[in-house]
């Protein structure tokens, strides 16, 4: 599963996926992927660094995801999804 989460997010891009489009995409299986690797990033997120990852959700209420990420998860959006991916930048 990891693999194909590779193959589609790293090889293809994770636009769609940060943008929210892949959640009701009709293209192959990236709708299925799109929710499994949300819930991929939550658990990866909740087993690093819990406290980090709830003042993250709890400050979008108030600001964009990208200041909100650089503020409590010290990276932004993409970054914080290909280390959850184990993507090698």
């Not at 819930?39 to 990852?53: D, I, M, N």
Request: aromatic share 10%; with cysteine; charged share 35%.
């Amino acid at each position: 599963m990891l693999q194909r989460h590779r193959d589609r997010w790293l090889d293809g891009g994770l636009d769609p996926f940060l943008s929210g489009d892949a959640f009701h995409s009709a293209e192959d299986d990236q709708q299925e992927l799109a929710y499994h690797l949300s819930q991929f990033v939550v658990r990866s997120a909740l087993s690093k660094a819990p406290e980090q990852f709830f003042a993250f959700l709890r400050a979008c209420k108030d600001e964009l995801e990208e200041k909100a990420a650089a503020r409590h998860l010290r990276c932004d959006p993409r970054e914080f999804v290909e280390d959850a991916l184990g993507a090698e930048g």
